[in-house]
């Protein structure tokens, strides 16, 4: 069942959004080589408690951690562990924050300088997909209008892999609510957005083929080929003109352009 949000429920949502961002820029400012994924979990929990919320994520279906990090071919859902982080590493975070009733979402891709220009190319080619999405979330528009946007732009155009099994999602008072949003589909195809739906719009594409498998930790998705995997996720409300997007990527950016261990100049 699809659940409109009112406009108070919506800048309740804009709040917990926001502070994912916030958590987001504080990785954003420690990620080096020689940091761990554990301490930048730790970093982000600690982060999300001072601040008087809770991570979305952990205990959720049983997950264990406050943040998925996913690193190099893992495409989502990573575990955090003790393994030291190096120099041209692709470390996508994706957090989570429940505040006020209402959960955050948001997702960001990093690459640990120095790094190849293929790997720089496929995160300007995920991110630009995300607002592209994001750009189709007008009221009289159907969820596979935002889907094709991103499977146009990141296989049909550059020839990456559109990972068919994750899927972008509504958000509420559940972290995951109706409708689901995959990151492929045919225009004027599945549910209608109503004014007032949020969605988490989230491209998750592969340098290399589509197919993907479960890490014996049963939770860490990787790409079949062992190439590497892109993520960016933005939380965005349904309007009538144009959508509004909830979360900013405008710290981590800023962030991420001063971190002198970080290749942002893909953008």
């Not at 049983?62 to 893992?74: K, L, M, Q």
């Not at 899927?167 to 004014?195: I, S």
Request: net charge neutral; proline share 5%.
């Amino acid at each position: 069942m699809i659940v409109v949000k009112t406009p108070a429920e919506v800048e309740l949502m804009r709040e917990s959004a926001l502070m994912v961002g916030r958590v987001l820029t504080e990785v954003a400012r420690f990620l080096k080589p020689g940091v761990t994924t554990q301490q930048l979990n730790d970093l982000a929990e600690k982060y999300i408690l001072d601040n008087g919320a809770v991570p979305s994520f952990k205990n959720l279906y049983g997950y264990p951690f406050a943040t998925c990090i996913s690193v190099n071919d893992a495409v989502v859902h990573g575990f955090p562990n003790h393994q030291l982080l190096k120099e041209g590493d692709v470390i996508s975070v994706d957090v989570g924050v429940l505040k006020n009733g209402f959960h955050g979402d948001s997702a960001y891709t990093f690459v640990l300088a120095p790094s190849k220009g293929e790997v720089l190319k496929l995160l300007k080619v995920t991110k630009e997909s995300l607002y592209l999405g994001l750009g189709k979330a007008v009221v009289g528009n159907r969820v596979g209008d935002i889907s094709n946007a991103v499977f146009e732009h990141t296989e049909k155009k550059h020839g990456y892999g559109v990972v068919r099994d994750l899927v972008g999602h509504g958000l509420g008072r559940r972290l995951h609510e109706d409708p689901q949003v995959p990151n492929f589909g045919r225009k004027g195809t599945g549910p209608m957005l109503p004014d007032g739906l949020v969605l988490a719009i989230e491209p998750m594409i592969n340098m290399g083929k589509k197919d993907v498998y479960h890490d014996k930790d049963g939770w860490t998705i990787r790409t079949r080929d062992g190439l590497p995997s892109a993520h960016f996720e933005h939380n965005v409300c349904v309007r009538r003109n144009r959508p509004d997007i909830l979360s900013s990527f405008e710290g981590i950016e800023a962030a991420e352009k001063s971190n002198p261990y970080l290749d942002s100049s893909y953008y």
